[in-house]
């Protein structure tokens, strides 16, 4: 059974004729690494947000969408909110824009992990300095302390990591989560998430520009543009036979004409 499935889904916002994502089908099976690519305005990031429902008010979502074999768009807001957090989880672009600015970085962690378990402040506290020690974060004792204006922008970064592992999910979906990171700190993120995937049983969803970043993570590649699925297939074999013009101006883009090692 796959994880997360996609058949014939669209997406229109409010106020347009034209959808933004044209009849996606797509499985992902347990365990699997798959990045979906594409340029600004392709529709990646509004087939992520239609599986997380977090569309904007008034957008239209046609087609299925199951996790596990269960349609995501049949359950409640309730059970959804309990599904996500807990077995489906999100690292955002923007780390500065999605952690809440007045409040410190350990009371928000501890809050994700007491809205899904019956952990007291003292154990919930310990779990976050582990999960902020298992990220690369130095003195976690003193850091969960800080606001995220006195992190950095690699370490704010490292935090929505954290704070997207630390109940154990199933399914992880990074959106664009080197973007705005420079190249040295891109890497050291790149490195993180590989190891923290090989770590736990995991499955991966990953939106990207960057075909570069997807070959570092993936094996299995999806290319969308104009809202609509190109092609799709392992790394290996897109990476040297694309069959669509676009695919092959992404990885000449690349300077890709290889497949990196060591992508399992």
């Keep these: 059974m796959s994880i997360i499935s996609l058949r014939q889904v669209s997406v229109t916002y409010l106020g347009s004729d034209v959808p933004a994502v044209k009849g996606a089908n797509l499985d992902v099976g347990p365990g699997e690494r798959v990045g979906i690519v594409g340029e600004s305005g392709s529709g990646k990031s509004t087939l992520a947000a239609a599986i997380l429902r977090s569309l904007p008010s008034g957008a239209t979502v046609d087609g299925d969408i199951t ?3 269960e349609s995501l768009r049949a359950r409640s807001t309730a ?6 957090s807990v077995e489906l989880a999100h690292i955002p672009q923007d780390p500065l824009a999605s952690l809440n600015p007045v409040l410190r970085i350990g ?6 992990i007491q809205a899904h378990r019956k952990v007291n402040r003292h154990q919930a506290n310990r779990e976050v300095e582990e999960a902020l020690a298992e990220v690369g974060i130095p003195e976690p004792h003193v850091k969960r302390k800080n606001f995220p204006h006195e992190l950095s922008g ?3 970064q490292r935090v929505l990591i954290a704070m997207s592992l630390i109940n154990q ?3 992880l979906i990074a959106d664009e989560p080197t973007t705005a990171l420079d190249v040295t700190v891109q890497a050291q993120i790149i490195e993180l998430l590989h190891h923290q995937l090989a770590s736990r049983d995991m499955t991966l969803l990953l939106i990207t520009h960057d075909i570069g970043v997807v070959a570092e993570l993936c094996s299995y590649i999806v290319v969308m543009r104009h809202g609509e699925i190109l092609e799709q297939g392992p790394l290996e074999t897109l990476s040297t036979n694309p069959t669509h013009p676009y695919t092959k101006q992404l990885f000449d883009a690349a300077h890709m004409d290889y497949v990196t090692e060591d992508v399992a």
């Design 67 to 69: 996790y596990k074999g």
């Design 79 to 84: 059970a959804f909110r309990e599904l996500r």
């Design 107 to 112: 009371k928000q962690m501890r809050d994700v």
């Design 154 to 156: 690699g370490m704010r």
């Design 169 to 171: 999910p199933h399914l």
